[in-house]
């Protein structure tokens, strides 16, 4: 099983979890019935990043990460529910960030569109990345 890190920004992680729960979330779960995930806290996340990771992410959320999970699932429907779940949470949080397993941080409108494409899940995130775009990303502005 692979995952992605879940960054928020200005949320606690009961907000997280409870923007989550339409989508199935309960305890460290959400499935739709036939599709799952894990959506876990991660609350070690600061000791286990490489230097200046943790400024790149306060740069990138505008302020410091005040929630992280883990979102794990297998590959297949399981993952693309974990991406259409996440851009729908992501879209109500804008200073979030998801990171892929290769390290590439995503904003709440990349994954948006990355999840518009039928066959895109969380693992594929990395072979659709533009590097151009992904690190260059700036904090919203709306906030």
């Given amino acids: 099983m692979d ?4 960054f928020v920004a200005g949320q606690s992680y009961g907000q997280v979890e409870e923007a989550m729960r339409p989508y199935g979330f309960r305890s460290g779960n959400v499935s739709d019935g036939t599709r799952t995930f894990f959506f876990r806290r991660y609350p070690e996340w600061g000791s286990e990043i490489e ?45 979030s960030a998801v990171e892929d397993h290769l390290g ?15 066959d895109h899940d969380v693992f594929s995130l990395p072979q659709r990345a533009n590097p151009a775009v992904q690190r260059k990303a700036t904090p919203p502005t709306d906030l």
């Fill in 51 to 95: 230097p200046g990771e943790d400024a790149e992410l306060e740069r990138r959320l505008g302020g410091a990460v005040t929630a992280a999970f883990v979102v794990e699932s297998r590959h297949g429907g399981n993952a693309r529910f974990a991406l259409e779940a996440l851009a729908c949470v992501m879209e109500t949080m804008h200073r």
């Fill in 104 to 118: 590439g941080l995503w904003c709440p409108e990349q994954i948006a569109v990355h999840a518009l494409v039928a």
């Fill in 3 to 6: 995952g992605v890190i879940l």
